[in-house]
């Protein structure tokens, strides 16, 4: 019994080995196909509507440092955001997706955060991609560059910069508009599959 257990267990440990081989194989055969395609570039304008007060807030605190209430700053609050992405400033703009993800005030004596977020594309041209920004946003600044470091679909490979400002702001309701201009290159590859287009 212990012999057939262990020529299983090895007979099982090849097939798999074999399996992962072929589809890592497959793998970087598309990653090389799609290395191959040209470069393309565009320019997006997307709106942010964040919504941090109200009934249904989009950004949500999770966590904060022993001394986040005493900063200036926030220091240590973390917070997520699941906001709507519009083509124009108003909240009844065409929907174009989502920005999640999270956000960090980093910075003991400037507010600024530390912003890791997805832009999620549901509608439009871009429908079934996204862009992932990173980055450091100092809020006291008119408009703020953060990086564009990744993609998904049609935006496999990309890099770039996304230029924010805050378009509009509501203190009464906490109701926040944000503007961002971003400046994508990435890799057009002639074989995409699952990516609706």
Do not use: H
């Not at 012999?3 to 074999?18: A, D, E, G, P, R």
């Not at 799609?34 to 249904?56: A, M, P, S, Y």
């Not at 997706?97 to 600024?112: M, P, Y």
């Not at 400002?165 to 400046?183: A, H, K, P, R």
Request: glycine share 10%; with cysteine; aromatic share 10%.
């Amino acid at each position: 019994m212990g012999k057939f257990s262990i020529v299983t267990f090895m007979f099982f440990s090849l097939v798999i080995t074999t399996a992962y081989a072929n589809a890592n194989a497959q793998e970087q055969a598309r990653f090389q196909n799609l290395c191959r395609g040209t470069e393309k570039t565009t320019t997006l304008q997307i709106f942010i509507q964040d919504v941090l007060g109200g009934d249904n807030p989009t950004v949500w605190e999770v966590a904060r440092s022993s001394i986040t209430a005493d900063s200036p700053t926030s220091f240590g609050q973390v917070r997520v955001l699941d906001d709507l992405i519009t083509a124009g400033p108003n909240k009844t703009s065409e929907k174009i997706g989502r920005a999640q993800g999270l956000i960090t005030s980093a910075d003991l004596e400037n507010s600024a955060l530390a912003m890791n977020l997805n832009f999620i594309f549901t509608g439009g041209k871009y429908n079934g991609s996204t862009l992932c920004m990173l980055g450091r946003n100092p809020l006291g600044n008119a408009y703020r560059e953060l990086a564009i470091v990744g993609g998904t679909g049609l935006f496999r490979m990309a890099r770039g910069y996304a230029i924010t400002n805050t378009y509009s702001y509501d203190v009464e309701t906490s109701y926040g508009v944000l503007e961002y201009n971003i400046y994508v290159a990435y890799v057009k590859a002639s074989n995409r599959r699952s990516v609706n287009m």
